[in-house]
């Protein structure tokens, strides 16, 4: 069965880096988009940028443009999700998703999650 | 960037009762409309894809309807375990842009 398993939580003072994975399996890694979706407390969800299994291409909200870069290892099966200069409403709970087939670009499979606490 | 906005954003309502969910795109979208669910602590679940399309697994109470700019997610009979916010998206155009949500309480 398709799984994504994220890294565990991260506390980051104000400026510091992150970078959070998801782990993929029980599907052809390369044959997928992976985006990352965040959540901060008590808030919707905000689409942050997707990466292209095929090709590792990748595309930004304008939101995070120049701090985020989307990266993937397939020889690992996995994701990962860099974000620089962080600062406090960066915090918020970090979630892979797998795109599904096709190209509706809506998503099927979800990680559990990552919360990143930035906080000095 | 595309808003989209829900409606409404919260309501109550008891076990049994037909419940719908509104979506309304800041223009045109085709049918590039997905539903999730999401329960408290827990990541979004896929409902409804391509407006009408019913996930695998997902029970028939769940329906979707609607094109270019007003969309719809129906309940048909809601269930305690539907007790949850429903978040509508859209993947017209990057960025891609989710709704505020509409948190669905019991009465």
């Known amino acids: 069965q398709v799984q994504l398993v994220q890294s565990g939580a991260e506390v980051k003072k104000p400026g510091a880096s992150v970078k959070v994975s998801c782990k993929a399996s029980g599907y052809t890694f390369r044959s997928y988009g992976i985006s990352w979706v965040r959540q901060a407390p008590g808030q919707g969800l905000e689409w942050m940028g997707w990466i292209s299994g095929h090709n590792g291409n990748s595309n930004y909200a304008q939101k995070v443009q120049g701090r985020i870069t989307l990266t993937m290892d397939t020889s690992t099966s996995t994701a990962y999700m860099e974000l620089r200069g962080l600062r406090s409403d960066d915090t918020a709970v970090y979630y892979c998703?797998?795109?599904?087939?096709?190209?509706?670009?809506?998503?099927?499979?979800w990680g559990q999650g990552t919360l990143v606490t930035v906080s000095s | 960037d595309i808003q989209m906005t829900q409606s409404p954003s919260s309501l109550s309502a008891s076990v049994g009762d037909r419940v719908i969910i509104g979506c309304r795109a800041s223009q045109s979208i085709s049918n590039y409309l997905t539903w999730y669910q999401q329960k408290p602590g827990k990541a979004p679940q896929l409902l409804i894809y391509?407006?009408?399309s019913l996930q695998s697994g997902v029970p028939s109470r769940f329906s979707g309807s609607g094109s270019g700019t007003d969309f719809t997610l129906t309940i048909s009979s809601l269930q305690p375990e539907d007790f949850a916010t429903y978040y509508c998206q859209q993947s017209y155009s990057l960025p891609w842009t989710f709704g505020q949500g509409t948190k669905v309480e019991i009465k």
């Open positions: 998703a797998r795109h599904g087939p096709g190209i509706l670009y809506y998503f099927d499979y």
């Open positions: 391509a407006a009408s």
